[in-house]
């Protein structure tokens, strides 16, 4: 089966991930991660995409950005993709590639998906934090410290659903401390994972048929079978 065109979509959310191959590390070190941060806000400052929230993971890299422009995505996980390799086969002294194939990802509405979608990027490694550990459970290597309130992140721009959240940022921050602490339903994880694995967009029937009108392939799993016959 031929490959669908990526998901493009300007002005709307995108789940995002990266997978690296069997056996290797997204990064070995604090030095790799920091890279991988620099070469991020940097793919995203030139193509136009607005961090949201991310992961670095032991495995994989988890992104929650807005392009400006239906390429921006692309473009920008091609850039850091390229480059984070090239970084750190000549620190590690390795040749070949890193990723396990291509990207994937989903397109979200944000009404309903957005902050969901953080709580997914931010706990992807871990889910609910063990609360018991205090702030040393978060990892320093995702946005969830910004948003806590922790540090301030060059590379995350807060999108307005986060916004939406209080008046002060003191009233954010404990709006996310809760959200993060309750985490996702099991039902709900599983859903945004999938989507995100298979290109299936998260939005409203109306907005899905229209979109997919503009972009020209669909945004949902089709139903098996042959079409009904109309009696």
Do not use: C
């Not at 290797?24 to 070469?39: C, I, K, V």
């Not at 032991?58 to 400006?68: F, G, M, R």
């Not at 721009?157 to 002060?168: I, R, S, Y």
């Amino acid at each position: 089966m031929a490959r669908l065109p990526r998901l493009g979509v300007a002005g709307w959310p995108h789940l995002l991930t990266q997978q690296v191959h069997d056996g290797q590390l997204l990064a070995r070190d604090d030095t790799d991660r920091q890279d991988l941060l620099d070469t991020l806000r940097e793919a995203a400052r030139q193509h136009g995409v607005a961090v949201h929230a991310y992961q670095l993971g032991a495995s994989s890299l988890v992104l929650l950005v807005t392009p400006e422009r239906a390429d921006s995505a692309s473009l920008f996980m091609q850039a850091v993709g390229r480059r984070y390799v090239a970084h750190h086969n000549r620190r590690h002294g390795r040749q070949g590639g890193l990723w396990s194939g291509r990207y994937r990802g989903t397109v979200l509405d944000p009404a309903r998906y957005l902050l969901d979608a953080m709580v997914f990027t931010e706990t992807r490694e871990s889910g609910a934090v063990d609360w018991g550990q205090g702030e040393a459970a978060w990892s320093n290597w995702s946005s969830a410290p910004h948003h806590l309130g922790l540090r301030t992140d060059p590379l995350v721009t807060d999108a307005p659903g986060f916004w939406a959240l209080g008046n002060t940022p003191f009233e954010r921050q404990a709006a996310w401390r809760q959200r993060l602490q309750e985490g996702l339903s099991e039902s709900l994880r599983r859903e945004l994972a999938e989507a995100m694995h298979k290109g299936w967009a998260l939005m409203p029937a109306e907005q899905q048929r229209a979109m997919e009108a503009a972009l020209g392939r669909p945004l949902s799993p089709r139903p098996r079978g042959r079409p009904r016959e109309l009696i």
